[in-house]
């Protein structure tokens, strides 16, 4: 594949390869855009089917940490990282030492946290190396896993669309699917059991699933069928891709939000739930909580508040989409994508440039 004439390149300022094979460490580190401040998103620990798959990810992601940190409105750039993960067993400190090192040799140009399959300890691990980096669990400015702010600003974006699609300032009664039980999907499933809603969830750890059913009252449902029940809500909290070719037409809510990142296959499909009457919450809008706590953090003394006030700005956001969307008669990821184009790259910018 010639990355420069790929698509997914969109440009990226930087995309860094990592070898170590004492650690195991095999890793892609991918800078988008500095224009806003160093580029900062979180690092994912993956088993990918390839290593073209690895770098198609991490490339996608880190243009999107781009248009998240904008929306979000941080003063920070856009960058993601991607560890392969180690076939077998592997010494897992080991393997996050030489990531650190990684991420120190960038000197600063980006900053990391965690992402799926990573987490605090792991962060720990990355810190001996590095100052760049957060969600860590000790020191001045520490929080620890940012995932139930991330969790936060997706439940306070659903009670924007729910505004907006079904009239109403409350989540009590609506019926949510939760696709995916991680840390941030299941903080979620608690924030909507407190307000009332009645969910339906799926993961591939029968585990947490079990645990959801117990706490929440929770309904079980195949990952093959979570995004086609009757509900209010569909929510996408795993991995990219839910709203594809195959799941487009079977979708029958009148929301889609959720915490994953690329949430859309393709950008069309964006004009397909509008077509469909679906309200779409743009997923690096909606999930720019975590990132806005780990901004927190790397200024060097965390402030609540000012996460709180940031997390409320997303609310705005949101609403600020949505009401464009229904003006101009035009899908919200369209919206959304000009507004943080202009936020990066100023008013003036062209896709086509």
Excluded at 79 to 101: C, H, M, N, Q, W
Excluded at 162 to 185: I, M, N
Excluded at 303 to 312: E, H, N
Aim: charged letters at 20%.
């Amino acid at each position: 594949m010639s990355v420069f004439e790929s698509s997914n390149f969109a440009n990226h300022e930087s995309v860094h390869f990592f070898n170590d094979p004492a650690s195991g460490l095999r890793s892609v580190i991918a800078v988008h855009s500095t224009r806003r401040g160093p580029a900062a998103g979180g690092t994912r620990l993956w088993q990918y089917v390839s290593d073209e798959a690895a770098l198609l990810d991490v490339l996608n992601l880190s243009r999107a940490m781009s248009y998240k940190n904008a929306m979000a409105d941080i003063p920070f750039g856009g960058g993601k990282a991607v560890i392969l993960r180690p076939s077998g067993d592997f010494d897992r400190e080991k393997l996050f030492t030489a990531y650190g090192k990684a991420v120190d040799s960038l000197g600063g140009k980006y900053c990391t946290a965690e992402d799926v399959g990573v987490g605090p300890d792991d962060m720990k691990a990355v810190r001996a190396q590095t100052r760049f980096v957060a969600g860590l669990t000790d020191g001045e400015a520490a929080s620890g896993d940012p995932s139930p702010v991330t969790a936060d600003g997706v439940f306070r974006g659903l009670h924007v669309a729910a505004e907006h699609a079904l009239q109403t300032q409350s989540l009590k009664g609506l019926r949510v699917a939760v696709q995916g039980l991680g840390h941030v999907g299941y903080h979620l499933c608690y924030l909507l059991h407190k307000a009332g809603a009645k969910l339906w969830v799926a993961d591939i750890n029968q585990t947490v699933i079990d645990k959801a059913k117990d706490q929440f009252g929770a309904i079980a449902v195949s990952t093959d069928d979570i995004h086609s029940q009757d509900v209010d809500i569909f929510a996408p909290c795993a991995l990219g891709g839910a709203i594809n070719s195959d799941t487009i037409d079977e979708i029958k809510t009148k929301i889609v939000g959720g915490a994953a990142n690329n949430q859309l296959a393709t950008s069309e499909l964006g004009s397909a739930l509008k077509e469909r009457g679906i309200l779409y919450c743009p997923d690096y809008v909606i999930n720019g909580g975590g990132i806005i706590n780990v901004a927190a953090e790397l200024s060097g003394s965390y402030d609540p508040k000012w996460v709180d006030g940031k997390l409320d700005g997303l609310k705005v956001t949101l609403a600020e989409i949505f009401n464009r969307a229904k003006q101009e008669h035009r899908p919200t990821n369209e919206i959304a994508d000009e507004m943080a184009e202009d936020r990066i790259f100023g008013h003036h910018y062209s896709r086509a440039s």
